[in-house]
């Protein structure tokens, strides 16, 4: 039963703290996303990549936020500084390339709850 | 600027009857609509999805309708069950621009037995 993972699943820290988050996609999705859902925006897309390489991080504040993909089976988000603004849920979703009429749906794992005091 | 909007924060039905959940959006070059569905504390799944060369898809209990003079979509949940209660989430994407997807803020589905 492949899944997309997370960890960790909660996560509580003070502002000003560094923030890691991991994800393990589904083996042979070489698609990666990361969203965060807030109640006012529903689901964020932060940061999107293809093949490891990162197509679009626009929807991240670039001077805290910083999204990697050190190998096809790893990706992470780091917050660095934390603040309180950033507690929320964040999600990690795999998909396979585009290309397939019958499936195009994205996989999401569990997500990882972060508050920030 | 949010391109999908679901203008209904919260809908409640009686089990058994029929739950229509609505979705908008404003970029007229979306081609594929998705809708995810969300239970507390897990992430969104997958529930259906509808093409734009079509205007209705059906899966089960599930059938989803576009409209793309008028940019809407919508979920009918027939018989609506218990197990329904969720969050759900529309989506819509550009396909030939990779599986970028454009999500709503959702719509909290209670089925009241």
């Known amino acids: 039963d492949a899944r997309v993972t997370q960890t960790p699943r909660h996560k509580v820290t003070e502002m000003g703290q560094e923030v890691t988050m991991r994800c393990q996609p589904i083996?042979?999705?070489?698609?990666v996303f990361w969203y965060r859902q807030t109640m006012m925006q529903g689901l964020e897309l932060l940061a999107y990549?293809?093949?490891?390489?990162?197509?679009?991080d626009s929807g991240m504040p670039k001077d805290r936020f910083s999204a990697e993909m050190p190998d096809a089976t790893l990706a992470t988000l780091k917050i660095q500084p934390s603040e309180p603004r950033d507690s929320a849920v964040y999600f990690c979703?795999?998909?396979?390339?585009?290309?397939?009429?019958?499936?195009?749906?994205?996989?999401f794992g569990p997500g990882t709850r972060l508050t920030v005091t | 600027d949010q391109q999908v909007k679901q203008n209904s924060p919260s809908l409640s039905v009686q089990e058994g009857r029929i739950s229509i959940l609505n979705c908008d959006y404003t970029?007229?070059?979306?081609?594929?609509f998705l809708w995810y569905k969300k239970y507390p504390a897990e992430g969104p799944t997958f529930l259906i999805s509808?093409?734009?060369?079509?205007d209705k898809n059906e899966d089960g209990r599930f059938t989803v309708f576009l409209n793309k003079s008028a940019k809407h979509l919508s979920l009918h949940i027939v018989p609506s069950q218990p197990g329904d209660s969720a969050v759900y989430f529309c989506?819509?994407?550009?396909?030939?621009?990779?599986?970028?997807?454009?999500f709503g803020t959702g719509t909290s589905l209670t089925v009241i037995p």
């Open positions: 979703a795999s998909g396979p390339t585009t290309g397939s009429v019958a499936s195009y749906e994205q996989y």
């Open positions: 083996l042979g999705h070489n698609t």
């Open positions: 509808i093409s734009s060369i079509k």
């Open positions: 989506a819509a994407s550009v396909r030939n621009t990779g599986n970028q997807f454009y």
């Open positions: 990549f293809r093949n490891r390489a990162p197509l679009d």
């Open positions: 970029n007229s070059m979306f081609d594929y």
